[in-house]
């Protein structure tokens, strides 16, 4: 027996030395543990004091804890606000810009219209007197139009202003041929020669062209602008799935029942368990990218050629070079006015008539100086803010693809890229192994931290993503110059020029749609049904000689 005395004693004591060490790992402090989430609002009697055996724990690691099964709960729903508050501080910024570049540039076009509304109106007043103030309502309508098309979008602008020509034309013939009296139908007939005669030179012409393409070039990029902040608030809002939660758990708060509270999650382990829970916002940024290279080539439009602010700056000065043009062509254009609509007849006795002379417009307007720019909203210019704006343009591209990173460079949420070592790597404070996964749905299917379901989809970001895609195709119509509700109306096809069979005035082009008639029925349709005749014929003729037999064998 004293043979086996040493080894025994040694056994002993190592049984002894196990328990005691085991005792005093079941007693350790959990006193920090409780500190700090009791900080958060919980209630205190929730966090044991010493560890615990944690077989309760479903997503933390088992074993002794400072956690209990109600802070395992609350700590799931508090890690999931950390994670929405961290990525909706990135989104709400991005939001905040779109906000207020929307705020800037649609309070720009709003003044501007009226700055360019009051500049005409007052001098319009010192240059043609009481006879603008007599026919100022064509004018106020004018702008109202080009107002409500700003705001509402409902007005095809090409014929808006078609008929505003016609209109000033037919107010114009009165005046130089006041001798005359002209029934509503012959002004009718007057307005239908507006294009022919040319009586404003080639004003309309370019103006139509200018602020067709300006105003739809502002009016697209201004909704654009709007949908980026709407699809930006609304792609934050998307709340975490149940994988996600359970990740955010284990990678928040698991460090904390096992006493580590001061250990930040591996900047690799975060990157995993962010591109899982943002996968679905990560499919957006393909979309999201080509909206905002198409935002860029419209505001490159802006600065150039659909620059709004160098078409309505100056839009007085065009309209009264036109009325100068008609005045100065008056004689000629009443004698081709008076063969094709026919002679005129005289003024009524006793009315007074008034001499050309008489009502001539004896005063143009100012010289204008293309330098001289407007203030106008937040005392700007149309080019300052363009620069701005393209600016934060280019720095929200990738915005979706990139979250993930933004996310976890937060130091709340994980340790620097270079603390590979002493950090949570989700089971202990050791270096994180696995690889980072890449962006979107499809990619997470080797992702080790969050198990995404990539058969489905969320509706609200495939809504999103939709509502990006029918914007972008919009904005690409705004660069080609191109109404995002009405076909264009090139000048090629309005049938002047050589070989349009017109040899008189009484050769009125007739009035045709690009898309379709008054009865809503296309062009191609019409062209159908044209065609269909020939061929039904056949069929016609065989249902007469039916009809008539069955007739006949009933008088029988």
Excluded at 210 to 215: D, G, P, S
Excluded at 239 to 264: E, F
Excluded at 497 to 505: D, K, T, V
């Amino acid at each position: 027996m004293a043979r086996f005395g040493l080894p025994a004693l040694l056994c002993t004591l190592a049984v002894l030395s196990a328990e005691l060490l085991a005792a005093e790992l079941k007693s350790k402090s959990c006193s920090e543990v409780r500190r700090l989430y009791v900080s958060k609002g919980f209630n205190k009697d929730d966090a044991p004091l010493h560890e615990i055996n944690g077989d309760h724990l479903k997503i933390c690691p088992q074993g002794y804890t400072c956690c209990s099964q109600e802070m395992e709960e609350k700590y799931s729903l508090q890690s999931t606000e950390d994670f929405k508050s961290v990525v909706g501080e990135q989104c709400d910024q991005l939001e905040a810009v779109f906000a207020s570049q929307y705020t800037k540039f649609d309070e720009f076009f709003k003044e501007l219209l009226e700055n360019a509304e009051k500049s005409l109106n007052d001098m319009f007043v010192k240059t043609y007197g009481h006879l603008y103030m007599e026919n100022s309502e064509l004018f106020k309508d004018l702008f109202v139009e080009l107002k409500r098309y700003y705001m509402a979008g409902n007005v095809n602008l090409e014929e808006m202003l078609n008929d505003f020509w016609a209109h000033l034309l037919e107010r114009m013939f009165r005046l130089v041929n006041s001798q005359y009296s002209f029934t509503d139908e012959y002004l009718e007939c007057v307005s239908k020669y507006t294009e022919q005669l040319k009586p404003f030179g080639d004003v309309p012409r370019k103006l139509k062209l200018q602020v067709t393409r300006a105003f739809v070039a502002a009016r697209t990029f201004v909704q654009g602008l709007a949908v980026a902040r709407d699809v930006v608030s609304k792609v934050s809002g998307v709340n975490p799935t149940a994988q996600c939660a359970d990740a955010l758990l284990k990678m928040i708060y698991c460090s904390h029942c096992q006493g580590l509270v001061t250990v930040k999650p591996c900047y690799n382990y975060c990157s995993n368990v962010m591109r899982g829970c943002l996968a679905y916002q990560g499919d957006v940024d393909s979309e999201w990218n080509s909206f905002i290279d198409a935002m860029l080539m419209v505001a490159e439009r802006l600065e150039g050629p659909f620059n709004i602010e160098s078409v309505m700056d100056p839009i007085d000065v065009k309209i009264s070079d036109a009325i100068m043009n008609m005045q100065d062509n008056s004689v000629q254009v009443s004698q081709k006015v008076f063969q094709g609509c026919g002679p005129p007849k005289p003024a009524p006795a006793g009315r007074m008539s008034r001499d050309v002379s008489e009502i001539a417009f004896n005063a143009r307007f100012r010289p204008h100086h293309p330098e001289e720019r407007p203030t106008t909203a937040a005392g700007t210019s149309l080019d300052r803010l363009v620069t701005d704006v393209k600016e934060k343009l280019k720095q929200a591209k990738k915005f979706w693809s990139s979250l993930p990173s933004s996310v976890c460079n937060d130091e709340r949420m994980a340790a620097g890229n270079g603390n590979e070592d002493d950090c949570w790597n989700g089971k202990a404070k050791s270096r994180y192994l696995f690889a980072v996964t890449g962006n979107g749905v499809s990619n997470q299917i080797d992702n080790p931290e969050v198990e995404v379901d990539s058969s489905k989809q969320d509706i609200l970001i495939l809504r999103q993503i939709m509502a990006l895609r029918v914007m972008s195709n919009k904005i690409k119509n705004a660069y080609n110059g191109n109404d995002v509700d009405f076909f264009d109306i090139s000048d090629e096809n309005s049938g002047e020029g050589s070989g349009s069979g017109c040899e008189n005035l009484r050769c009125v082009p007739k009035l045709e749609y690009n898309a379709t008639d008054h009865a809503g029925k296309s062009a191609s349709d019409k062209a159908d049904s044209a065609g269909a005749h020939p061929g039904a014929q056949p069929y016609l003729l065989a249902v007469f000689c039916i009809l008539f037999l069955v007739m006949q064998r009933e008088w029988r």
